[in-house]
Structures are given as structure tokens and as C-alpha cells.
């Protein structure tokens, strides 16, 4: 694909159109760059951004969603708890894309509980994890997601096993698992696109080191360490329904196409070995061995483009409920004649 | 109750025969299936005219702990809980003794002929009912015994008071929906108890209850179900909810007649959204989030979930989200007992959260006033763009309840200052989310999907100034917590006020909340009997209006009466009336039961008495 990072896109918006504000975060955070990534990845799908809604919890990777998107409104909620937020807004009008940032602090503990809930519900929303494994904002805790035996200034050594956060989301039946690293932007942003087209919630767990608190090379969230240990699945595009003359482009055998809800197509080619991000028992074991190699693997973990949405349960009216006129709302007086004579 | 029933002075002088006028508890177990017979005498009165209301005092249990349904029967109209029974049904062989000590001199106990205990009572006239035998009689299939022998109180009960079988067959017909075969075999069983107690039973007691004119204008139901419809009626468009004792039958009301009610009549499709959460923390923030989408946004709960929403309670007031919030309140603090009645959580609604919060809070005293502030709550929620807690509670809630019939809101829908597209074309003037563009406290609201350029706004519980960027400019704080407080303060006059019941040269002011009121009619109009005037302010909503400090300043002594240990409604007063405080005097206490109007009666005697000693 052609780099449209400059160019005026099909709805006649450019890359700066997709910006938010200034970032505050330090310089060479993991999260501006996926800032950029979600600026990038909305700016080549033309999405409008007036039709695109974003939250946050509380924390480093929640103070991002004011650094793009800035002609979209959002709502920064709790500790943990934006994916109920998120929820309840998603009804206001459900032809909007909802987009979630949460960190490995708001995530892994407070907000495991609800992160779970989210993805069995299956609520149509791209839920990304910028996971560094550290507490930034209060400088340089433990998180949940820490590997054992990390050590960190001031906090001494980590004696517990983390929460693998694809592994939560997998056993949880989510229907989209990723993970990636922020020290691979192309594929942060292949798998965003993929992610935003999918039909119910997509778990993006992205390692995005921290540079003030945990980027010691040897660590696990470092961008050392992901560069030496990362180890993609696959190399993966994303092909929207428009330009289905691309799919010819790529040679037959080397790759895995899944087609998601909308009509677009997410082409895998395979790399060192064959991987079915469909069977949900090859994710759970591509996890495992992960963790017990040293590997970051990353890419297009697991996917059910055909899971019902929470949406599919509710039988709700075309019409966005935030714009039904209040007329609507009210039954009849008629009705509560009715009720009042059925109460005797 | 209102005026309708004035007490008939002559009437209640007749002490030889006491006719529309007692209080009957039945005693069983719990998940012994008595709800269907108690509902059906309780309906079975109120369809013979006869003003009725139930009480349902059940344990925190799903089978086997003793449970008591009080029905009160009232030809003056008196609706509140009494402390002592005039007649009880005794079905549990556990309680037996204990709850004949609750009998009145002269009472009644009918008694299952198969418990086998002494009558400690002489002063109690005691019929046994052949239930096992009777049961045997009619071949109830085994499986239905235990539920049957039910029926087998209803029908000796009805036989020895003189409740009209015909309206009985009736009450049942409607009860099983029209099902007409389940009715017949249940009515067979009463008819049977009946006539057994017609050929073997002596009457010995003065109780008995006589047609009265039709009650028209009222129906029965409970707190809940009104709360819901008022919701329903109100616009809802979507709740969020986590099941919780006494609250979970509010949302279920919603599962069950949105539906009905709500569908697009074009399309078919509805207009709503009711999602089960996780949990408290998970059912508010989905309001919220619903609430800020531009949604009649709602959830119900009671003391533990509303703790547990603390938080959210607090964004929604700071980021001024509107939302409707249901405290059906239990007996706290911590667990407590959930199956029992208190207003023990207005200080926690009225300041709920961290920081400086203040919530609106209306307080409904009856089932059709649940109706009504289920959907003013979403007017005002829109209105002042925050949050709005109904606050009920479980006697109100659960029980059924005699009440006024539903009335149709008399207003249409107010959405609040709500701009779309259209909206922000008009305006010229620098809007911004959080600007107070009227200087009435209440800024102009977008939501999310409205498409104009200068719609969309960063909405965010840290500091943020007028157009919603963050800020920690201590003047920008300080300058929007201001307004906040000022839109808390034009509030006042908008909420429902007070309802005040006076009397003649009254010096002495009641003052109460809720479902108490009904507890306060009644001491009121006995408490003249004995020479004491006294006049009577509910509080319906707070902040309190005006009239609430005219009503403090034109008693020489106000008695603040509610279900909580430490006086909190009286705690508030004091607070917005510091230079009245000794106006004000807290009669509170709490130990999960209704309040009576004996207790009204003899506590405000007893500190009159103080004042003239």
C-alpha cells in the first residue's frame, strides 16, 4: 500500500486532521507512538472522526487519548473501569467506532474484572493495553504485569508470576487477541486497522516501554529486549474491501487471509513457521511456549470474526437511541389505563 | 393516604365489635409458598373496598427461616405498620410461642391443628384448622400439599371474618392470569376450609370485615414496579443494574415492561438498552457512560452497591453527567440486614463522594409517588445536568401497597440545555462545554455522534476549565467548583416540596420522609385526640426549598421522625438551619421494622412532657 501519510485521504482529511494535542508524556514513551499509529491507522481506513468515540481509564497510557483524534469527543472515566463506561456510552449511538486505551496498571488489576466482563460481552470496541509492566505516574511501582524477578529503584525485587494479559483475554473467549510492540509500528498499525474493522471487542496488548521507570535492556518491557526477542507470527496487512485487486499481490501458500465482519481482509504471510490465528488452541499454546522461550510474540493472536456482538442481543432501533426524539420515549396515556386496570 | 378516609370518630368508639379495623399477621415458613394466599386475602379486602396494606417481614433466606405477612386492615384509611397483632395465623411450630406474645387481649390465633403446643394465652380466643386433615380430604396431588395448605388458612380465615367468597374466586381468577384450571383447584381447596369451618368452628371473637364503597381510585402494587413504570414513562433509555435485596425487583420491572412498552410501533424494534453488570462498580459506570451519550440513563441499588459507586457518583457530579440512581435502602451499615427496611442512607446520597459532591435527592413516600419521581427524576437529571438519586426503600419498595392509581405525566419530556448540529449553528457566542453561557450554573451540553465542528469535547474527572481542557489553575478550580455549588443552589426551588398536612393552631411541626409518612398521618390525626396539634411537613427533595425553613421557623418545636440511629435528615436540617437548632429535635431509631404511629405517639408525648415538666 501507498504511505498516505501526507495525502488528502477519500474523505478529504489529511494525516493532521487525525491529531490531538501536545503530548505530556516523556519523550520516547511507548504511547506516543501509538498515538501516532491510531492517528495513522484512522487517517489511511478514511474513518471520520466525528463517528468515532474514544475512553481511557487512569494513568500514563489514559492521559493519550487527548494526543489524537482531537474532532472526536471522549471521556476519560476511573481507575479500571472504563470498559463499563464505554459500554454504556456505546449505546448512545451504536454506529459509532468506539476506541478504549488502558494501561497494565488500569487493566491487570482493578480493571481485570471489568476488562473480562467487556470481551464476554463482546461489545464492539478496540480495547488497546499500552503495557510496560511498571506504575509511571506514581512513579515506578510494580504492575501486575511485571515479570517475575524485575527489579525496579526503590522497589526491590518482583517475587510474583504476571498476568499475561493476551492469555486473560483468550481465556475469557475474546474474539480478538493481538499483541504487539510499540518498537514496530507497522504492525501496531496493521493490526489497529484490523482491530477497528472487527465486529465485537479486540484486545490489543501492546508492549510500550517505559523510558523513565522500566527500560533496562535485560527487562521484559524494554525496547531492547523486544527488539531482540520479538518474534512475529506472521506479517500482517490489511486490505480493505475497496482494494480487493491487492490480494492479488500477494503469492498463494505464503499467506493466511481472514476476512472480518465489515468485507476487509487481514493478510497474514507466513514467516518461520505455519500459524492458524483462527484455532484458539494453537493461540493458547503459542502463549505458553512464548512466555517459556523468552519470546515476544506478536502479531494477530486469535480471531472469531463471526462471534455475535452485544449489539446482536438487543433488537435496538436503526436510529442512534441519543437522537430519538423525546415524543418517542413516552407511551401512551392509553397504556397506563391499561396498567392501571391490570393493578387491582 | 390522603383525606379520603378521615377517621369516623363514632366508629372507632364501638369497642364491642370490631369491624374494618385490626391487624392480622400470618406466621409460616419461608419458601413454604404462602405469598399467593396472603396476596389473595390482601387483594381479596381491597376488592371488598376495604383500605388494606401488607407487610411482608421475611428472612435474608430462600427456605425453612420463619417469615411474617402483616395485613392491616383500616376502614380510616391508616396504612402503617402496627406493632401488635389482633389476629394470627400460625402455620410455623418455631415461632409459635414467641409470636402469640405479640397478640393483643382479646386477639385470635388460628393455629395448624397438627402443632402439637400449649396456649399460654387465656386472653386469646384460639381455633384450630384440620389442615393435614382437610388437605388428605380434598387428594391433593403430593407435590402441592405443602402449598395447599395455605389455601386451608385462607378459606377458615375468610369463613370466620366474612370475607366474600365471590370476590375471592375473583382475586384468584386474576392472580394466576386468567388460568382458570389452577384457579378452580385453589379455589376448591378455600371453599373447602370454609365450609369445614363453617360446621366446626364457634365465632368467639369480635373481628370481622364488611363491603365499603369501591376504592376506585387506587390500585395495588408495590414501590418497584411504580418506579420502574415512572422510568418506562419517563423515557428511560437505559439501565445498567446489578441484582441486590431490596432493589433487584426494580430492574426486573423494567426487563419486564420495556418491552411492552418501549418498542419502536414503526419498526418493532426498542428504544432502550437494559444490560446486567457485573457489579455495582460496573453498573453506575455504565450509567454514566450512558448518562454523558445523551441517554435517559438509569441504575437501581441499595446501601453496600451504592458504596461501591462512590466513585462514579463522584466523576458524574464533577464531569456533569445526568443520571437517574435508585437507592432502595436496607438496614446498614455493612451487609446489615438485607431483608428489612431503613433510611439510613441519606447522608451517604446527599454527599456521596470524595471532594466537595452534593447529589439531588427525592424521597417518595408512597407507590404512586415512586411512579411520579421515577420519571421527574429524568426531567431534573437533564435539567441540571447531574446526577439525581431516588431515594426508596425496602418497606415502600417490596410490599405491597394500596396507592393511588398512575398518574400520566402532566409535562412533557425536558431534555435539558442538549445541543445538536442545528443548535450550535445558532449559537455566536464562544460555547463551550463547561461555559455558564445563561449564569444559571447550568452550562450547554453536547453529546457524542453530534457532528458539528464544535461539538466534540474531552469530557475527564481531572481538573478542566470552561471548554473541558485539563487544567490545575487554582482560580479555573476554584471558578468551576463555584458554579457547581450555584447550580446546587438554583436547584432548590425546582425540586418537589414539601407536602404539609396542618392543623389548627398547631405549634408543634412533624417532620419526616418517605414511607414513615404514613406512620405520621396517622399519629397526627391520634395525637389531636388526645390534645396535642401538631402539624406535618414530608420532605419530598433536597436541597429543601424555602417553604422547609418557613415550616422550621413557624414551629416552636419541630420532631424530625425517620428509620436511622443517628438522626441523619435531622443532621441536614441543622446544617441549613444552624440558627434553629433548637427547633429541631431528632426522635430517630432503627431496628428494621416500619415505623408505627404508636411509636410517633409516645415519643412525641414523652418530650412534650419534658417541655412542660
Known amino acids: 500500500m501507498t504511505d498516505a501519510r501526507n495525502d488528502v485521504n477519500q474523505i478529504g482529511l489529511t494525516r493532521s486532521d487525525y491529531r490531538g494535542e501536545r503530548s505530556t508524556l516523556c519523550p520516547g514513551c511507548g504511547h506516543n507512538t501509538i498515538s501516532a499509529q491510531i492517528i495513522s491507522a484512522c487517517h489511511e481506513m478514511d474513518l471520520d472522526p466525528t463517528k468515532i468515540v474514544k475512553f481511557s481509564g487512569i494513568g500514563c497510557s489514559s492521559k493519550s487519548p487527548t494526543y489524537f483524534l482531537g474532532q472526536s469527543f471522549g471521556f476519560n472515566g476511573l481507575h479500571g473501569r472504563m470498559p463499563s463506561l464505554a459500554l454504556g456510552a456505546a449505546f448512545g449511538d451504536t454506529t459509532m467506532k468506539v476506541l478504549g486505551v488502558s494501561g497494565d496498571g488500569d487493566t491487570a488489576s482493578i480493571g481485570l474484572g471489568q476488562f473480562k466482563h467487556l470481551i464476554r460481552r463482546n461489545l464492539p470496541m478496540v480495547y488497546i493495553v499500552e503495557n510496560n509492566g511498571v506504575y509511571g505516574l506514581t512513579k515506578g511501582q510494580f504492575s501486575a504485569t511485571a515479570e517475575k524477578g524485575l527489579e525496579l529503584k526503590h522497589q526491590g525485587k518482583n517475587p510474583f508470576l504476571p498476568i499475561d494479559i493476551a492469555k486473560e483475554a483468550l481465556i475469557g473467549n475474546a474474539s480478538f487477541v493481538a499483541r504487539s510492540f510499540a518498537g514496530d509500528p507497522k504492525q501496531v498499525r496493521e493490526l489497529l486497522k484490523a482491530a477497528l474493522s472487527h465486529n465485537g471487542t479486540s484486545v490489543l496488548d501492546i508492549i510500550s516501554p517505559c523510558v523513565s521507570f522500566n527500560n533496562r535492556e535485560d527487562t521484559l518491557h524494554s525496547y531492547q529486549w523486544g527488539r531482540q526477542h520479538q518474534a512475529p507470527l506472521h506479517d500482517i496487512s490489511y486490505v480493505p474491501t475497496r482494494n480487493a485487486i491487492i490480494l492479488d499481490e500477494f503469492e498463494e501458500g505464503e499467506t493466511k487471509e481472514v476476512t472480518l465482519h465489515d468485507g476487509s481482509v487481514v493478510i497474514l504471510k507466513k514467516l518461520e513457521h505455519d500459524y492458524d490465528p483462527t484455532d484458539k488452541w494453537q493461540a493458547l499454546k503459542i502463549l505458553e511456549e512464548a512466555e517459556n522461550n523468552n519470546w515476544l510474540v506478536t502479531g494477530l493472536i486469535y480471531v472469531d470474526p463471526d462471534q455475535p456482538s452485544l449489539y446482536d442481543y438487543l433488537n435496538l432501533t436503526e436510529e442512534p437511541l441519543n437522537r430519538i426524539e423525546a415524543d418517542k420515549l413516552r407511551p401512551s396515556a392509553e397504556t397506563l389505563d391499561r396498567i392501571n386496570q391490570s393493578m387491582v | ?613
Open chain 2, 1 to 613: 393516604m390522603k383525606k379520603d378516609f378521615e377517621p369516623d370518630q363514632a366508629n372507632s368508639r364501638q369497642k364491642a365489635d370490631k369491624v374494618n379495623d385490626f391487624c392480622m399477621t400470618v406466621c409460616s415458613v419461608n419458601g413454604s409458598g404462602s405469598a399467593t394466599a396472603n396476596s389473595t386475602l390482601l387483594r381479596s379486602l381491597f376488592h371488598m373496598g376495604i383500605p388494606v396494606s401488607g407487610k411482608n417481614i421475611f428472612p435474608s433466606n430462600i427456605k425453612g427461616l420463619p417469615t411474617w405477612f402483616s395485613i392491616r386492615v383500616s376502614k380510616d384509611g391508616y396504612l402503617a405498620r402496627v406493632a401488635h397483632d389482633d389476629i394470627i395465623v400460625q402455620m410455623n411450630p418455631m415461632t409459635f410461642e414467641k409470636d402469640l406474645d405479640y397478640d393483643v387481649p382479646g386477639g385470635v390465633v388460628f393455629y395448624a391443628d397438627h402443632i402439637d403446643m400449649p396456649i399460654h394465652r387465656e386472653d386469646v380466643v384460639a381455633y384450630p384448622m384440620a389442615v393435614k386433615d382437610l388437605i388428605k380430604e380434598a387428594n391433593v396431588p403430593r407435590d402441592l400439599r405443602d402449598y395447599m395448605e395455605n389455601m386451608i388458612y385462607v378459606g377458615v380465615v375468610s369463613q370466620m371474618l366474612g370475607i366474600d367468597l365471590d370476590v375471592l374466586h375473583d382475586v384468584l381468577l386474576r392472580q394466576f392470569h386468567k388460568k382458570q384450571t389452577v384457579a378452580e383447584s385453589n379455589f376448591e381447596i378455600v371453599k373447602l376450609a370454609a365450609d369445614w369451618a363453617k360446621d366446626n368452628l364457634e365465632k368467639k371473637d369480635q373481628y370481622r370485615v364488611e363491603t365499603m364503597p369501591p376504592l376506585d381510585d387506587y390500585i395495588m402494587t408495590d414501590g418497584n414496579t411504580a418506579g420502574a413504570l415512572g422510568a418506562i414513562y419517563g423515557g428511560f433509555q437505559f439501565c445498567g443494574w446489578y441484582p441486590i435485596t431490596p432493589a433487584s425487583s426494580l430492574a426486573e420491572s423494567l426487563v419486564t415492561f420495556a418491552p411492552r412498552l418501549r418498542k419502536d410501533p414503526e419498526t418493532g424494534k426498542n428504544n432502550f438498552a437494559i444490560v446486567q453488570a457485573e457489579d455495582e462498580l460496573a453498573s453506575i459506570g455504565m450509567a454514566v457512560g450512558a448518562g454523558w451519550a445523551g441517554l435517559r440513563s438509569m441504575t437501581a441499588s441499595s446501601g453496600p452497591g451504592i458504596s461501591l459507586m462512590t466513585e462514579y457518583m463522584s466523576l458524574a457530579y464533577y464531569s456533569e453527567v445526568p443520571l437517574v440512581l435508585w437507592d432502595v435502602q436496607r438496614v446498614g451499615p455493612s451487609t446489615g440486614l438485607p431483608t428489612r427496611t431503613a433510611q439510613g442512607d441519606l447522608t451517604l446520597n446527599y454527599f456521596l463522594g470524595h471532594g466537595d459532591t452534593n447529589h439531588l435527592i427525592l424521597i417518595p413516600s408512597s407507590v404512586s409517588e415512586c411512579f411520579d419521581f421515577g420519571w421527574q427524576a429524568f426531567d431534573l437529571a437533564e435539567e441540571f445536568q447531574t446526577p439525581v438519586i431516588v431515594l426508596s426503600d425496602l418497606d415502600l419498595g417490596m410490599n405491597l401497597w394500596m396507592t393511588e392509581k398512575f398518574e400520566y405525566p402532566d409535562q412533557p419530556i425536558n431534555r435539558g440545555k442538549t445541543l445538536w448540529e442545528e443548535d450550535l449553528d445558532k449559537i455566536t457566542k464562544d460555547w463551550g462545554r463547561y461555559v455558564d453561557l445563561d449564569g444559571d450554573g447550568v452550562p450547554y451540553r453536547t453529546v457524542m455522534g453530534n457532528r458539528h465542528e464544535r461539538a466534540p469535547y474531552f469530557a475527564r474527572g481531572t481538573g478542566h476549565d470552561e471548554f473541558g481542557n485539563y487544567s490545575e489553575d487554582p482560580d479555573v478550580w476554584r471558578r468551576i467548583l463555584d458554579r457547581l455549588k450555584l447550580k446546587f443552589e438554583n436547584a432548590r426551588e425546582r425540586l418537589p416540596k414539601p407536602a404539609v398536612r396542618k392543623f389548627e393552631g398547631a405549634k408543634i411541626g412533624l417532620i419526616a420522609m418517605g414511607s414513615t409518612e404514613h406512620a405520621v398521618i396517622e399519629a397526627q390525626d391520634k395525637l389531636l385526640q388526645v390534645g396535642i396539634s401538631t402539624d406535618f411537613m414530608r420532605i419530598r427533595a433536597l436541597p429543601f426549598s424555602i417553604e422547609v425553613e418557613e415550616f422550621v421557623r413557624g414551629h416552636d418545636r419541630n420532631y424530625v421522625l425517620e428509620l436511622n440511629r443517628d438522626g441523619q435528615l435531622h443532621q441536614i436540617l441543622t446544617l441549613d438551619y444552624c440558627d434553629m437548632t433548637h427547633r429541631l429535635i431528632s426522635l430517630s431509631y432503627i431496628d428494621g421494622l416500619p415505623m408505627t404511629a404508636g411509636y410517633v405517639i409516645e415519643s412525641v408525648v414523652e418530650k412534650e412532657r419534658e417541655y412542660h415538666d
